[in-house]
Nanobody, 114 residues
Framework: QVQLVESGGGLVQPGGSLRLSCAAS????????MGWYRQAPGQQRELVAT???????NYPDSVKGRFTISRDNAKNTVYLQMNSLKPEDTAVYYC????????WGQGTQVTVSS
């Protein structure tokens, strides 16, 4: 059974940093393109970071230069380093393949507020 488990969220002040982790079981995260998605209340889920099988990365303009996606194949874990956080980054963050064809995990809440 495939399971994706996100962790590392929390409450942080604007300008702060967080590092999210996505641990997988039942699949190898090194095979597929992986991504971090987020969903704010009342909004659609959006893709905010992608890492390909060849470790190329891609980001939308809203997070480019602030977020960094990486993976540790030995730990079967994908990370999202988030710096210079803004209140508009507040959302539940999820990981999944790109495109998302695995079941969604529970996500991890990120709240950016003073």
């Amino acid at each position: 059974q495939v399971q994706l488990v996100e962790s590392g969220g929390g409450l942080v002040q604007p300008g702060g940093s967080l590092r999210l982790s996505c641990a997988a079981s039942g699949i190898s995260l090194s095979i597929d393109a992986m991504g971090w998605y987020r969903q704010a209340p009342g909004q659609q889920r959006e893709l905010v970071a992608t890492i390909t099988h060849g470790n190329s990365t891609n980001y939308p303009d809203s997070v480019k230069g602030r977020f960094t996606i990486s993976r540790d194949n030995a730990k079967n874990t994908v990370y999202l380093q988030m710096n210079s956080l803004k209140p508009e980054d507040t959302a539940v963050y999820y990981c999944n393949t790109v495109p998302p064809f695995r079941s969604w995990g529970q996500g991890t809440q990120v709240t950016v507020s003073s």
